[in-house]
């Protein structure tokens, strides 16, 4: 039966700060140390699990006689190392999502300077809309005196 009724879907999610608090007595540059290794860590098991799955299923795609029972074995182990690859898939999607999240977020190095350039920008700007205005306001005046003489 076709509805008008929106299905959810699965959109990814951003851990930002969910598992990782600062410890007393540890320093900011240690605290983030330890979150680019949870980080790394993450990465490269998931990675791992895409390589090994992949690995399996070259694997099991091997021509040769095979009976109705190994053939139903290895469509069984196909299916579920593509699904434990599509986990993987997503977790990495998820990670990449956060740190995208903590880039947009957390960048002040960057947004500072974009800041300073703007500001650098405008002061020039004004400078030279003065130097202008200052020329301009001579020019008027020299008329106005040659005129008058």
């Given at each position: 039966m076709d509805t008008d009724v929106s299905r959810p879907s699965a959109l990814p999610t951003a851990n930002l700060s969910r598992s990782y608090s600062t410890q007393q007595g540890q320093s900011s540059t240690?605290?983030?140390?330890?979150?680019?290794?949870?980080?790394?860590?993450?990465?490269?098991?998931?990675?791992?699990?895409?390589?090994?799955?992949?690995?399996?299923?070259?694997?099991?795609?091997?021509?040769?006689?095979?009976?109705?029972?190994?053939?139903?074995q290895e469509a069984f182990l196909t299916q579920l190392r593509a699904e434990s690859m599509v986990r993987a898939a997503h977790s990495l999607l998820s990670v990449v999502?956060?740190?995208?999240?903590?880039?947009?977020?957390?960048?002040?190095?960057?947004?500072?300077?974009?800041?300073?350039?703007?500001?650098?920008?405008?002061?020039?700007e004004k400078a030279a809309t003065k130097a202008k205005v200052a020329k301009l306001l001579d020019e008027l005046l020299q008329n106005q005196s040659s005129s008058s003489a």
């Open positions: 240690e605290y983030l140390d330890t979150v680019q290794e949870q980080w790394n860590q993450k990465v490269d098991a998931d990675v791992d699990v895409l390589v090994e799955g992949m690995v399996d299923l070259v694997n099991l795609a091997s021509i040769g006689n095979k009976d109705k029972f190994i053939v139903a999502h956060s740190m995208k999240l903590l880039l947009l977020l957390s960048d002040e190095a960057q947004l500072t300077h974009r800041r300073d350039a703007e500001m650098a920008a405008v002061q020039e």
